[in-house]
């Protein structure tokens, strides 16, 4: 055997005898401390076991409410503009320099208030000249009806001849209507005099005018806009789906109550709103149909132009199944509520939700009846057949007493030396 084969024996003895003392050593130890390992284990799950049955035994403090029956108003929302009653932008009808603005921006008119005086002295003088001419020509008719009844006790006597009472009494029908056409021109002259004076058409709200006194005005030019605010219209738009039951809600001119809420918060702005009209087509680009509705507006609380939730009672559900909003919960299979049940436990209850009610409450269709108790708070602790300690809203769990707290004392310190004996 050469000497490279001897080297190569001793060094696998050796390493063969290394690790067969390496077992012999290490193996008890392992060993021992495995099973040291595993008891403590067993004496921490059951210790955990015993804790969790101590956990699930003890019933879950929640609130509690009832199922209620009311009468619950539906309403339809939707987003909606105000729009004035009317909107006049104020024209000069005649041409000449504004002579003063008898209004403040911003200020409330009524029908007839003076609002602005253009120049009149031009057109006075056109109306006195057409007065004048009128008389005139009045005194030209009263000779000439004075001639033509003067001839008449003549013409039997054969002193006036047949042709000459021919020419009078023509004379007479021409003088008539020049008359006539006297009295048109001075009222046309009278309506441009009138013009001169801007007078407002209804009871509005000034603008801001674009017209300073002293300016040449004609009658494109525009002085300044009224907006009548009392009462005031809303528009708003529905889906079309909802379109049938609003027209079986409004049929026969029944009046439907609207009310207008703020677009942020939702608070109400004005109530009192009846909707007039529903609009005779549908919008086929949105799928939505457009209603007005109009408000007495008496404290200005809506502005033309302004924004608003506009919500569109349409019925009224007697007997309607009322709950908090917080009861109902999410699920994978819809919604559903945490039952109470006779022996203080709870279950998983599937509902149907209907409707809102205010802010706080919906409406049930489906799934409880009256009288129901539904958990409200504390639903995040439950679970199907947990036991519970049912409280009334605002009601919070009594204090435990001394006999419970030192029976809790004991069952600590009974765990606490379980797991040290470990």
Known sequence: MSRFWKIALIVIAVVVVVAIGFRLLHTPAATSGRHRHGAAADTSADSSKDGQAGQDNAPVPVTVEPVVSQNVPIYLTGLGTVQALNTVTINSQVAGQMMSINFTEGQ????????????????????????AKQKQDQALLATAQSTLKRNQALVA???????????????????????????????????????TRIIAPCDCVTGIRSVDPGNVVTTSTAIVTLTQVHPIYVIFYLPEQNLEVVRNAFKGGAQLEVAALDRTDSHPLANGGVLQVIDNQIDTSTGTFKLRAQFPNADNTLWPGQFVNVQLKVRTDAGGLVIPAQAVQRGPDGDYVYQLQDDKTVKMQPVTVANEVGASHVMISKGLAVGDQVVTEGQFRLKPGSKVQALKPGEVPAAP???ELQKSKQNGQKGGGRRGGG
Not at 108 to 118: E, F, N, P, T
Not at 157 to 171: E, K, P
């Open 108 to 131: 409330s008119v009524k029908k007839g208030d003076l609002l602005a005086q253009i120049d009149p002295r031009t057109f006075q003088a056109n109306y006195d000249q057409a007065v």
């Open 157 to 195: 006597s054969g002193y006036v001849a047949a042709l000459d009472m021919d020419t009078f009494r023509n004379n007479v029908g021409q003088l008539t209507a020049t008359v006539a056409a006297d009295e048109a021109a001075m009222h046309s002259s009278k309506v441009q005099l009138d013009f």
């Open 401 to 403: 007493s001394a006999a």
